[in-house]
């Protein structure tokens, strides 16, 4: 397989996870494409840096934005490191931070790598606009 053809096979698979996993809840499917020893190197607060901290952020996200919606802007990879730029949309309905749930509609950017080998998404770096999407629950800063 040529370079250009694991960047395809690697985008393709990052697409079916924010676009089924992330965004259709499909949790059959997460196990599918996520090694059992991935490594998250920048794990979200209170989460662990491996496949059930992943998982357990996705339910967190779905468990307070039951309409969780990803939009991918664009993809680029090298090789089989996927880097993506994509926008969140949800309706807060669940509690999130400690955050009682609003009913307002939300949204997010973020930017994240995965690299994809044999067909599984074995690591993951990634910045998320959290501060924008506390502001939009009303949880400001309280900085001058």
């Known amino acids: 397989m040529n370079q250009n053809n694991v960047s395809e096979a690697a985008k393709a698979v990052v697409r079916r996870n924010t676009e089924e996993v992330?965004?259709?809840?499909?949790?059959a499917l997460f196990d599918e494409l996520w090694a059992d020893d991935f490594v998250d190197h920048t794990p979200q607060p209170g989460r662990t840096p491996d496949k059930a901290g992943a998982l357990e952020l996705y339910r967190v996200?779905?468990?307070?934005?039951?309409?969780?919606?990803?939009?991918?802007?664009?993809?680029?990879?090298?090789?089989?490191?996927?880097?993506?730029?994509?926008?969140?949309?949800?309706?807060?309905?669940?509690?999130?931070?400690?955050?009682?749930p609003t009913g307002r509609k939300v949204h997010f950017e973020t930017v994240d790598a995965m690299r994809v080998v044999d067909g599984k998404i074995t690591e993951h770096w990634g910045v998320a606009n959290l501060f924008s999407l506390m502001e939009q629950l009303g949880a400001g800063t309280g900085a001058a």
């Open 22 to 27: 992330q965004g259709g809840g499909n949790w």
């Open 61 to 100: 996200l779905r468990a307070a934005f039951p309409d969780f919606r990803p939009e991918i802007h664009w993809q680029a990879a090298d090789g089989n490191l996927v880097t993506t730029y994509k926008t969140y949309h949800g309706t807060h309905s669940g509690e999130f931070f400690g955050i009682a």
